[in-house]
């Protein structure tokens, strides 16, 4: 899923929407063959477009540059958000005109209602709830169209983030929850069509744009946290269960640790807190050779997921001493305590509770702008992630994590979230599909 290159209108800080009056500027389009670029090398069995000709220059222009790839189609179900009252204004002036309508759009986007005047009267139209039964409309067209493949959807902000959120499982209140940038690439995978929750692999990928990380949003000047998952261990390779066992990195994992470093060298660190196990411990280490200023801290609560009687076993010997209870961790892991462990709402409790602590103490500091770096463990993460997002614990499986990966959440000074980047691992294999192991816990 792409979001079209930035045009003029985007320059200029003017609401879009359904209108068609901008076109890609030369930033726009250069972004546009980059994407191309990264994306070369994966089979595409289709590819949509929006009807708007700035979604339209972009989707062109990675065909263009893709190596071989099926044509473009029209999609009007990527047609962005409708905004009939604002489209063609400055943001500032919408700011000045419909302050209450503004501050409606950010903090409460579901209750947004412009009231449009036709033939027959005056009519209350809600854009938001409306653009998520677009997307949901969408989707019920093409996954039955397209199960087994990989296609490709060029489109817009709002409507990409619809997409996103009714295949989470996302309400409209989270409409302002993830962000999407001009050109980002983000990764969601259909296991089952919709009969089972889908898995969002890459959430807003800027680094082809040579933009490790994606810009601050113009709201949101408070805080940011990177989130980072450990490094490979040798349990992780052979898919052996390791939980709160004390696996160290191996070589592999080390090596991915440095790239992480590498990758965040240039990103200005405040300060650092890890879980207190070997694996994520070394992990940030490895990150902080570039920053050795910052102190690293250490968090218990931040430790996996306790599996207990499965630590240390592989999921055929799992299968064989609990018939049925490795498919219902799968499926349904809320349902699921583990023998001798915790269930996934004990590790809610406690991971949420240090993550909350963490915002809470950074943005008590008063600072305007800082980052903290945090390095876990996947059921952390992952938790963390639905949390951020808004879903619960039967959503736990929605995030993907690999080993040494990167995700980024901001905070404006209110503590409001919003998740801008998520498993960021293109410094890992060098593209924009998640290639780390696809180990246990």
Known sequence: MVRHGESTFNVEGRVQGHLDESSLTEQGLADARRVGEALNGIAFDAIYCSPLQRAGQTAATIHDTLAAAPAIQIEEGLIEIGLPLWEGMLFEQVKTDFPEHYQCWNSAPEKLCMELSGPDGSQSFYP??????????LWQKLLPQHEGQTILLVGHSGINRALLSTA?????????????????????NFPDGFNQKPQLEALNLTDHLGLPLPKLWRHYRGLRLILV??????????????????VPLNDNGRGQG????????????????SSSLARPKETAELILQNHPQVQLDLSEPLWEISHGTWEGCLESEIEDRYPGELDRWRTAPETVQMPEGENLQQVWDRAIAAWDDIVAQALAT???????????HDAINKVVLCHVAGLGPEHFWCF????????VIDYDTDGHPILQAMNITTHLAGGVLDQTAAGAL
């Open 258 to 273: 440095q790239q992480a470093a590498e990758f965040l060298k240039t990103i200005p660190i405040d300060f650092a807190i």
């Open 168 to 188: 989470l499982g996302l309400t409209p209140d989270r409409y302002q929850r993830l962000q999407q940038a001009n050109c980002n690439i983000s990764v969601l």
């Open 400 to 407: 993907k994590q690999g080993n040494g990966a990167v995700s």
């Open 229 to 246: 998952r450990h490094g490979e261990t040798e349990w992780n390779r052979r898919g052996q269960f390791q939980g709160q066992i004390d």
């Open 128 to 137: 938001v709830p409306a653009l998520y039964d677009q997307a949901k409309a």
């Open 366 to 376: 008063g600072k305007t702008e800082q980052t903290g770096l945090v390095v876990a």
